[in-house]
């Protein structure tokens, strides 16, 4: 097979599916494992979705072997008629499928669990491997996995439920992956910046880091920008940091690493005392974001009683009364605690539904800082 050089040290992620070509679930296997690849300093290339048809996957396994060194494929490996991974993956590399005893034996212990005396013989297929590839056993399913090696390149066939997939990635495929050489040395930092526009920081950013080897990218998880920056030039790197920082430090929320939401439950789970909130503004979103099995004796959230430590927050009256023609809402939150006692008012962008998400973060972040000064005043 003729190679396409551009693509060298990439790996190329390929799911197979009509419920996921027809929209029916998302691709949630490739977007974790293109996170984790990437976290670990290797390189995604190329992305596919095709239907279980299998032309289509047999086409789509051979392009991308042309053009990557790694390829891992996930879905097809059921019992049904539709599940023809196994076969299109066979005819690609042009090697045999082989029936392995030792899976067929494991899938009639599993389903036997289940009640089947006799299993379907429907699931045979799923003992069926290509020749010379190691199979890899699913804990959590009938549908083993397998890698192998063709022409130098690494492929893993990975079942598609994600319970299942993402263990055996984990577990097995990633190990591999770090052993083959495709890991590289790469630096790179995240930060999430809130009450600041993509448009806003991106020229300034891209600015600075112009005359460095360093990639930058932005990503919206409203309400937050996320900015990426990566490089495999540490002094780079190094040098240009410190700058970034000096610019985005008024949109960080602690050092930016995570949401206020997470941060103030992480703070919840240390106080001394039972926090009450009375949320008149968010329909419930601040209490089911921050109410969890570890924060649940520090926090309530009952408007018929009143605490020593308590929070009262009102506003969000556009959204509430469906006005669609302004472009800031009122919040205010009030704090009563022993010896301190504020009121915070502030003008919030209003986008529609999404306001409800801008407001819960923006809560968070100054109940944080609230206690940061209740801390030192006491």
Same mark, same amino acid.
């Given at each position: 097979?003729?190679?396409?050089?551009?693509?060298?040290?990439?790996?190329?992620?390929?799911?197979?599916?009509?419920?996921?070509?027809?929209?029916?679930?998302?691709?949630?296997?490739?977007?974790?494992?293109?996170?984790?690849?990437?976290?670990?300093?290797?390189?995604?290339? @190329?992305?596919?979705?095709? @239907?279980?048809?299998?032309?289509?996957?047999?086409?789509?396994?051979?392009?991308?072997?042309?053009?990557?060194?790694?390829?891992?494929?996930?879905?097809?490996?059921?019992?049904?008629?539709?599940?023809?991974?196994?076969?299109?993956?066979?005819?690609?590399?042009?090697?045999?499928?082989?029936?392995?005893?030792?899976?067929?034996?494991?899938?009639?212990?599993?389903?036997?669990?289940?009640?089947?005396?006799?299993?379907?013989?429907?699931n045979r297929?799923?003992?069926?491997?290509?020749?010379?590839? +190691?199979?890899?056993?699913?804990?959590?399913? +009938?549908?083993?996995?397998?890698?192998? @090696?063709?022409?130098?390149?690494?492929?893993?066939?990975?079942?598609?439920?994600?319970?299942?997939?993402?263990?055996?990635?984990?577990?097995?495929?990633?190990?591999?992956?770090?052993?083959? %050489?495709?890991?590289?040395?790469?630096?790179?930092?995240?930060?999430?910046?809130? %009450?600041?526009?993509? %448009?806003?920081?991106?020229?300034?950013?891209?600015?600075?880091?112009?005359?460095?080897?360093?990639?930058?990218?932005?990503?919206?998880?409203?309400?937050?920008?996320?900015?990426?920056?990566?490089?495999?030039?540490?002094?780079?790197?190094?040098?240009?940091?410190?700058?970034i920082e000096?610019?985005?430090?008024?949109?960080?929320? %602690?050092?930016?690493?995570?949401?206020?939401?997470?941060?103030?439950?992480?703070?919840?789970?240390?106080?001394?005392?039972?926090?009450?909130?009375?949320?008149?503004?968010?329909?419930?979103?601040?209490?089911?974001?921050?109410?969890?099995?570890?924060?649940?004796?520090h926090l309530?959230?009952?408007?018929?009683?009143?605490?020593?430590?308590?929070?009262?927050?009102?506003?969000?009256?556009?959204?509430?009364?469906?006005?669609?023609?302004?472009?800031?809402?009122?919040?205010?939150?009030?704090?009563?605690?022993?010896?301190?006692?504020?009121?915070?008012?502030?003008?919030?962008?209003?986008?529609?539904?999404?306001?409800?998400?801008?407001?819960?973060?923006?809560?968070?972040?100054?109940?944080?800082?609230?206690?940061?000064?209740?801390?030192?005043?006491?």
């Open positions: 097979m003729t190679r396409d050089t551009a693509s060298i040290n990439k790996i190329a992620l390929l799911a197979t599916g009509d419920e996921i070509s027809n929209g029916d679930i998302l691709n949630t296997n490739s977007q974790e494992i293109a996170h984790r690849l990437f976290s670990e300093g290797m390189h995604v290339g @190329t992305h596919m979705v095709v @239907t279980d048809h299998i032309v289509e996957i047999e086409q789509a396994i051979q392009f991308l072997l042309r053009t990557h060194n790694a390829l891992i494929i996930t879905g097809g490996l059921g019992p049904t008629s539709d599940d023809l991974t196994r076969y299109a993956l066979s005819n690609a590399i042009h090697r045999p499928l082989v029936f392995d005893e030792a899976t067929w034996n494991g899938i009639v212990n599993r389903l036997k669990q289940f009640g089947y005396a006799t299993p379907p013989s429907s297929q799923q003992a069926l491997f290509p020749e010379g590839a +190691t199979i890899i056993p699913n804990a959590n399913g +009938t549908a083993a996995g397998c890698m192998m @090696t063709s022409d130098l390149q690494l492929i893993f066939m990975l079942p598609g439920p994600p319970t299942e997939c993402l263990p055996i990635f984990e577990q097995v495929v990633l190990p591999k992956l770090k052993q083959s %050489g495709l890991q590289q040395i790469e630096y790179h930092k995240n930060w999430l910046l809130f %009450g600041v526009s993509e %448009g806003q920081i991106a020229e300034k950013l891209d600015a600075i880091a112009k005359p460095y080897d360093c990639i930058t990218g932005y990503r919206l998880c409203y309400p937050y920008i996320e900015f990426k920056l990566h490089s495999n030039r540490q002094n780079d790197f190094n040098t240009l940091v410190p700058q000096h610019v985005i430090q008024p949109y960080l929320i %602690g050092d930016g690493s995570q949401p206020a939401s997470q941060l103030l439950r992480d703070q919840l789970t240390k106080l001394d005392f039972t926090l009450n909130v009375h949320d008149f503004a968010t329909g419930g979103l601040l209490e089911s974001l921050l109410k969890t099995p570890t924060t649940y004796s309530q959230f009952d408007p018929k009683k009143n605490h020593t430590h308590q929070i009262m927050i009102k506003g969000l009256d556009e959204f509430w009364q469906g006005t669609s023609n302004k472009s800031q809402t009122r919040l205010e939150i009030h704090f009563t605690f022993p010896n301190k006692s504020d009121v915070i008012h502030a003008d919030i962008p209003f986008r529609g539904l999404r306001v409800k998400h801008y407001a819960v973060e923006f809560i968070c972040w100054k109940i944080l800082d609230f206690f940061i000064n209740y801390h030192t005043w006491n």
